[in-house]
Structures are given as C-alpha cells and as structure tokens.
C-alpha cells in the first residue's frame, strides 16, 4: 500500500459547509471537529487540513499542503502562482454571482469611479482594490478592513467600501448603493505547481477534481425513468428538457420503450404530471450523487 499522501486544504468559514456537503456528494465522509484543524477523512491517501480561504492560495503557492480550495479572489489578492486544477461552481444554481463590488452612500455625492479621488476606502480585498483604482488612474487611500465595513461608512470613518455580494440587498438596507463591479468571484480548486508535476499527486488531484465536478453538477437535479408507447414518445420527447438528448431503450413489448434523463429538480413536480397526462406510466424519479459531463 502506497505511504504516498495528498495533503489537501478545506477552506474554514463561509465556504467550509459547502465544501463538506459537496465532497460527500462525491463519494467522500469528511468528519469535523470545532477545536481541530485536521479533519478527518475516509480516503487513506488524503490528508486534510483547514484553512481561512483567505490564507489557502498562499499555503498551497509555498507548498505547505499540495492542493486547496479558495476564492479566485484571494488568489488574485495576493497574486498567488498556483495551478488551477478546475472551478467548482458551488452555487450554480443561483443566478447572481458573487461579486466584490465598490459601495458608497445611497443618498451622497459620489457617483462615478473618478469620484472616489482622494476618498478613503476600506475593504478586506486590499490589493485586488488598489490595481482596480489604479487601472482606473484613481489615487485613493485604501484601507483593510477585518469586517463590518458598511458600519465604517455609516460612521463616517471611510467614503466608500468593496465589498462582496450575492445580491446587493445587506449593501442596500445598510443605505448604500452599489457604485461598481470589482471583480466576480468563483471557487477554485488548486495545486502547488511543484505538486502538480509529481505522477501520483497530479493523477490523484484528477481523480478528486473529476468526483467534485460531478457532485456539483448533479446539484439540483434528478433523474427521471418511464415507459411509454411508441405511438407517444414524439409526444414525450418535446416535453423532456434532457442535458442533451434522453436515454431510449428497447422492453420485451416491442411497442413500448423505456426513456430516461436528468432534469432540473424545480420542474419534475410540474413536468411528471404532464408526462403522466401524455401516456407516460412507471415513472421513476431518483436522486443523483454525481453526473458527469
């Protein structure tokens, strides 16, 4: 048995849920404990640690651990060399993407970017802020902020903030009004370049990037099965919103065959009614770990 491990970085916080929740889906138990920063894994030849997203691009860049998942935004944040394995689109099914936007008061007298010149602004994203201002020919004075930065404007202690959202709606109940678009944010898994080149860890980085890829795209969807009458699968067929194209297979009654696919689960409770009403009969929904593209 090979003594070769991958140590693998869980991001801590805001992303740690998710990730837990998602590589259960792909096939592995990952067990956390409050006052530990290893948790545990059933996969021998994983060795997991947790990290602040924040940190993870750095510790991976300097081959603390060989592998991460982090924000594309703390890995421009300190402009991190890693390499990127794939995005795992956690909240795919949300139509907002998470975004760091810059803020200002609703009701004040900034309305362009340039007029956030000589202004003070305060945000966790530091760097990323800076060459924004920069690419704009803005001298501002950036500031870090650990948090609650909607409250430093609100006190009047900064002009404006960047920070990120989904929707905009805490930035909006905090009186402020979103002036720009920083950057999009996206999950990233990623490798220590040196970790990369290495055969067994670069196959075994393949091997978790494949299984999470599927756990995420399986995501809010399910699969559907039924039979139906030759006479009435055109009729089916038109109803059916398949990834492509539905699965049809022949039964021992040479006048009806089997179709299956996977659909969106916010419609199988309207479409199975329809495929019912259409001459389907036997259906099947069923829940899905993992598709793959």
């Not at 067994?200 to 494949?210: D, H, I, N, P, S």
Request: charged share 25%.
């Amino acid at each position: 048995m090979s003594t070769t491990r991958l140590k693998i970085g869980l991001p801590k916080g805001s992303l740690q849920e998710a990730t837990v929740r998602i590589f259960g889906r792909a096939g592995f138990r990952v067990s956390m404990s409050e006052r530990s920063y290893f948790p545990s894994i059933d996969d021998a030849e994983l060795q997991p640690m947790l990290f602040r997203a924040q940190e993870m691009a750095h510790y991976v860049e300097h081959g603390i651990i060989d592998c991460g998942i982090t924000g594309s935004d703390w890995i421009a944040e300190r402009g991190s060399k890693v390499q990127r394995i794939c995005e795992l689109r956690y909240a795919k099914r949300s139509p907002v993407p998470v975004r760091w936007v810059v803020a200002v008061p609703a009701d004040g007298p900034i309305r362009r970017v340039r007029d956030l010149a000589g202004k003070r602004i305060a945000t966790e994203l530091v760097g990323v802020t800076t060459r924004y201002l920069r690419s704009h020919r803005v001298k501002a004075e950036v500031e870090f902020s650990w948090g609650a930065t909607e409250a430093k404007v609100q006190s009047g202690l900064v002009d404006a903030i960047v920070e990120v959202t989904e929707t905009g709606t805490t930035l909006a109940a905090n009186g402020l009004r979103i002036l720009d678009t920083v950057m999009a944010s996206t999950t990233q898994f990623i490798a220590n370049t040196q970790a990369w080149r290495h055969a067994w860890k670069r196959q075994k980085m393949e091997t978790v990037a494949l299984l999470l890829q599927g756990a995420v795209e399986a995501e809010g969807k399910v699969g559907v099965k039924l039979n139906v009458a030759k006479r009435q699968l055109s009729r089916i067929l038109r109803l059916l919103p398949a990834m492509k194209r539905p699965t049809i297979s022949a039964l021992s009654d040479e006048q009806w065959v089997a179709v299956e696919t996977i659909i969106d689960e916010t419609v199988v409770r309207r479409l199975i009614p329809e495929l019912k009403r259409a001459g389907a009969s036997g259906i099947i929904e069923y829940p899905l770990n993992k598709v793959i593209p």
